[in-house]
């Protein structure tokens, strides 16, 4: 279970099975939405699921029972039957809440069950409600007369009491207000920024290189042995032996690089920035970020909201993207896939960069950085202007601050990390066995001499470096990879990597992109990658 | 007669409360911003707003929201 803490981030259902009572059902969840007459995509896509059920499980805010019982009347206008989740239970003690819930049940007629949905308490009860849903079929109300009846059902129901303002209140007061919320923003930022480097490089140093180095290497070099110590096969699976050593980012082969590069190199900065994400996520920060943000975003033609799938885009473009449907028009949804796809640079290509460009000094790795952010807002800038439609105004809600809950924070980077592996190791494998065939057929020759005059020409890198373009395709991570082994100044691997990472998007991102832009909308996101990264490939080239 | 308590949420020094007494805009608008508890007759504080037309952020129902400038200022409060 995943509860992030911004609305909307179930557009687009999740389905699953449970046992009830012997039998096998069905559940679905289906996308937040606060009434049924529908504001936007995911609340049409709800009131579509809804003709299709048997029961509906009404999960209601009990901190704010004004607003969300305002959908429950409309469903018990309706024909389908209704159990009542009054959910985040616990909360109500913490500020002074208190409902009669046997009132609550008389006046609705329907079963009620208090939940707490972080901790799982209440849900059996909940399940075991199901087979008493009713539906009380009541007189459909007009808009007002809806909320009449709930002010006259909240005046019996609810009572409630003062309670001081605890220091998270303060705190949270302080980080939205201009100034110090601007500063606080900043000191998080290179906070998270600092510790998600140090988690990193701290799990490479100390836990995957050792057990690469030491325990690994001794394996290969005796394979290694057995297969011969060269030919096509010896280099597929353990790669090119320089020197007598394996160097594990520039050999090549499936069980060194296809396994060190997932392993030792990226899923370090994933479970580190995913950690460090997730604390964000719980705290309850990312909101309060999108409203400091809002102004400046939307002169990008985005919204506040939008720099929520932007920092996901820093751990995968993936998901970001696929989160690019929070956005409620077309015209910000274009804009933001697009920019993350240019000027986001995913976790995997961002341990690559450190691990490459690092070796040569910090401030490369900033003038990458640096240049990704540039090109973001440029871009932004330019899109705003350039794409036509609207961008709708700021409103959302800003939870409370809250200490993050351990087990979700764990819970959500155990099944982003499993994911991640699950997917990327397949296809950096796979990657790898093509790269190489292709290199013993000569494929790569062949392109590099067609594409020498953009390449060495424009971007200042020599024409082989081409190879790790058409890598990118597959993989950025490898596609940096693949610089590795051709002597580059550490300029010209700063103008490599920011062109890869702006360039063509990886398989996974082009496959999600193209789901959510369509056609049309995917071919001119493509061409304004291509295009931008060649000119800022070429313009850092003339600069540095 | 112009009633000097009545002001737009723009205009709301943070900190200050009112009733919300009237939405300037259409029901696409009155609806959005009514799904978040903010109608007439709603009590509300304004907890504090961004310079540089950014968004107001007030408290609603026990509950914080923020709104974009555009639509702040098309919302009318009575103070006190």
Known sequence: ?????????????????????????????????????????????????????????????????????????????????????????????????????????????????????????????????????????????????????????????????????????RLGDATAKPLTGGMIALAILVGAFVVVRFVGESLIGFVFDPVFSNLWTPVLLKVSGLLGGSGFLHNIVIGKIIAGEVNFVESFGLLSSGLYVPFAMVLPYILSFYLVLGVLEDVGYLPRLAVLLDTLMHRLGLHGYAIIPTLLGLGCNVPAIVGTRILESKRERFIAATLISIAVPCAALQAMIF???????????????????????????????????????????????????????????????????????????????????????????????????????????????????VVGFLRKDVAVGMLAPLSLSAEQLVVGSVVLAAFFPCIATFVVLLRELGVVNMLKSVAVMISTALLTGALLHVIL | MLDEKRVTLTRMAAGQSGTIV??????????????????????ITKVSSLFMRGPVTIEVDRVQVAIGFGMARRVLVDLG
């Not at chain 1, 996308?31 to 048997?54: N, Q, V």
């Not at chain 1, 950085?369 to 959302?396: C, D, N, Q, R, S």
């Not at chain 2, 939405?23 to 009590?43: H, N, Q, T, V, W």
Request: glycine share 10%.
């Open chain 1, 1 to 169: 279970m995943i509860a992030s803490n911004y609305p909307g981030t179930t557009v687009g259902y999740t389905r699953g099975f449970m046992k009830l009572g012997g039998e096998r059902v069905e559940v679905i969840d289906v996308p937040g939405t606060y009434t049924l007459e529908p504001t936007c995509e995911a609340e049409e896509i709800a009131l579509r699921l809804l003709e299709t059920g048997d029961a509906v499980i009404n999960v209601v805010n009990a901190t704010n029972l004004e607003r969300s019982l305002y959908l429950t009347l409309q469903l018990l206008e309706r024909k389908v039957p209704v159990v009542v989740a009054l959910n985040m239970w616990d909360e109500t003690a913490h500020r002074g809440i208190h409902i009669d819930v046997e009132k609550l049940k008389e006046l609705l007629g329907v079963p009620v069950v208090c939940t707490v949905a972080t901790t799982g308490q209440g849900i059996k009860e909940l399940a075991e409600s199901l087979p008493r849903a009713t539906r009380p079929a009541m007189t459909v109300r007009s808009r007002d007369e809806r909320w009449a009846a709930i002010g006259n059902i909240l005046d019996q129901i609810q009572r409630l009491t003062h309670r001081h303002h605890t220091w998270l209140e």
């Open chain 1, 355 to 469: 691990g490459l460009v690092g070796k040569h000094g910090g401030h490369y790795v900033v003038m990458v950085y640096a240049t990704l952010f540039a090109v973001w807002i440029a871009l932004g800038y330019i899109l705003h202007h350039a794409v036509k439609g609207f961008t709708p105004e700021l409103l959302i809600e800003i939870p409370p601050y809250r200490l993050p809950s351990w087990r979700v924070v764990l819970q959500k980077l155990w099944m982003r990390s499993y994911g991640f592996l699950a997917e990327a190791v397949p296809i950096i494998l796979g990657a790898i066995l093509v790269i190489n065939v292709l290199y013993a057929v000569g494929t790569f020759d062949a392109i590099a001499n067609f594409t020498a005059p953009v390449v060495t020409g424009l971007l200042g890198l020599p024409k082989e470096a081409v190879t790790a373009l």
């Open chain 2, 22 to 43: 009237h939405i300037e805009g259409g029901y696409g608008m009155a609806d959005r911003l009514a799904a978040l508890g903010i109608r007439p007759g709603k009590r």
